[in-house]
């Protein structure tokens, strides 16, 4: 499994709870898109995930930001996914990103607002902000692999799916 996380916005710990926290302990890899904020953060983050790639924020101190690229490439069960924290301009400047690293969809997060979508050429994922929702729910990314691609949920921490998707290879 891929457990997708963003925008914990924390000075002490990693702030996973309940079924955020279990996803991110039994992934295969975990990805986070960013605004950790302090190092601690990251490192606590690394203890509970087997695998961690991620992408420094906006809010991210300066150690964070020596340690984590702005964006990276990430692949995973054969989709490959262009991973920000944020782009401005919105759904189109996402999709150039993606282009540009030949990526088969985009996972970004900054807005904290939980979404997916697929209606555009990349399919564009926000997993929300598990910790900081400010006005949306708390949420998360899993995909799980399938026979064509993946197939994918936004969750909660009280494990309420919000939405599915699927993603093609």
């Not at 401005?88 to 400047?93: I, N």
């Not at 996972?107 to 607002?113: E, T």
């Not at 050429?121 to 998360?140: C, D, T, V």
């Not at 949920?153 to 009280?158: A, D, K, M, S």
């Amino acid at each position: 499994m891929l457990t997708v996380v963003s925008d914990t916005h924390s000075v002490h710990g990693h702030e996973l709870k309940g079924r955020t926290l279990q996803a991110v302990r039994e992934a295969d890899l975990v990805i986070h898109a960013g605004d950790f904020m302090r190092a601690a953060v990251l490192d606590a983050f690394e203890a509970e995930a087997r695998t961690l790639r991620a992408v420094s924020g906006n809010n991210d101190d300066s150690e964070i930001r020596d340690r984590l690229p702005e964006a990276c490439t990430v692949e995973y069960e054969g989709v490959r996914f262009a991973v920000t924290h944020r782009v401005s301009g919105g759904p189109t400047e996402l999709t150039l990103f993606g282009r540009e690293r030949d990526a088969d969809a985009v996972i970004y997060g900054h807005s904290h607002n939980p979404g997916v979508d697929t209606s555009g050429e990349l399919p564009l994922i926000n997993p929300g902000s598990h910790a900081q929702p400010r006005g949306y729910r708390k949420a998360h990314a899993e995909l799980e692999p399938t026979d064509d691609g993946l197939s994918g949920r936004l969750v909660t921490p009280n494990d309420y799916v919000i939405d599915t998707f699927t993603l093609s290879r």
